[in-house]
């Protein structure tokens, strides 16, 4: 399905989540069936979500229309994954690290200095 589903909505709030994101709500009015299956085939799927007061433009729907994910086939970015095992390897060995995010600046120094020593 690649066709956009626009629905006018009320935002009704969100809930922040352990890792950080937030799952939001919203509300319809009584949708048709089509969209309904549509929607239904999107579930657990990567998509966008465009968010505005009034009605998208032509040019911004055709503008939305165009956008492509940079996810792959486990549903996370490159960088999420890589920051994923990081994780998993600072939980199986800390190297002294008591906070991931510090294990995490450092390891990545570590890659960016590997890659900038290959630069001519």
């Not at 799952?23 to 799927?45: D, R």
């Not at 505005?52 to 040019?59: C, M, N, Q, V, Y």
């Not at 229309?65 to 792959?72: E, H, Q, R, T």
């Not at 920051?83 to 570590?110: H, I, P, T």
Request: glycine share 4%; charged share 25%.
């Amino acid at each position: 399905m690649s066709e956009t589903i626009l629905l006018p909505a009320i935002y009704e709030g969100s809930r922040d989540l352990k890792d950080r994101s937030k799952k939001l709500t919203f509300q319809t009015n009584e949708i048709t069936p089509e969209q309904a299956a549509n929607l239904q085939m999107m579930v657990q799927q990567f998509c966008y979500l465009a968010i505005k007061l009034e009605p998208f433009t032509k040019e911004q729907t055709e503008v939305i229309n165009s956008l492509k994910n940079d996810f792959d086939e486990f549903g996370k970015t490159h960088a999420q994954r890589m920051r994923a095992v990081l994780y998993r390897l600072w939980e199986q060995s800390n190297e002294g690290y008591k906070d991931f995010n510090l294990y995490y600046a450092f390891k990545m120094e570590g890659f960016i200095s590997h890659l900038k020593q290959k630069l001519i």
